[in-house]
Nanobody, 122 residues
Framework: QVQLVESGGGLVQAGGSLRLSCAAS????????MGWFRQAPGKEREFVAT????????YYPDSVKGRFTISRDNAKNTVYLQMNSLKPEDTAIYYC???????????????WGQGTQVTVSS
């Protein structure tokens, strides 16, 4: 069982930056692929980034590639999402998730946090 708690969300102007954190419980954090997803009102949950257990492999959709960076610190059981050059369309609730494989599919992730709100004003 893994429990995930996100933090770092907030209100930022367009062009600004935020860093989200996700703290995980449990001793086997490094065995999990970690992902970030987001969901805007009235829209489906959308893949944002994923990172392998050892941190060597990452994957992003085109919508955030070059602006967002996922990283992890296995000693601290924490995964991060650095978001730069934020746009109003990045506004959403951001969720972290833990799974067994590097994937953009929500169904590949077994554990989810409660989410943190990110609002980007124009």
């Amino acid at each position: 069982q893994v429990q995930l708690v996100e933090s770092g969300g907030g209100l930022v102007q367009a062009g600004g930056s935020l860093r989200l954190s996700c703290a995980a419980s449990g001793r086997t954090f490094s065995s999990y692929t970690m992902g970030w997803f987001r969901q805007a009102p009235g829209k489906e949950r959308e893949f944002v980034a994923t990172i392998s257990g050892n941190g060597f492999n990452t994957y992003y959709p085109d919508s955030v590639k070059g602006r967002f960076t996922i990283s992890r610190d296995n000693a601290k059981n924490t995964v991060y999402l650095q978001m730069n050059s934020l746009k109003p369309e990045d506004t959403a609730i951001y969720y972290c998730a833990a799974g067994g494989s590097l994937s953009s599919a929500t169904g590949r992730y077994s554990y989810w946090g409660q989410g943190t709100q990110v609002t980007v004003s124009s």
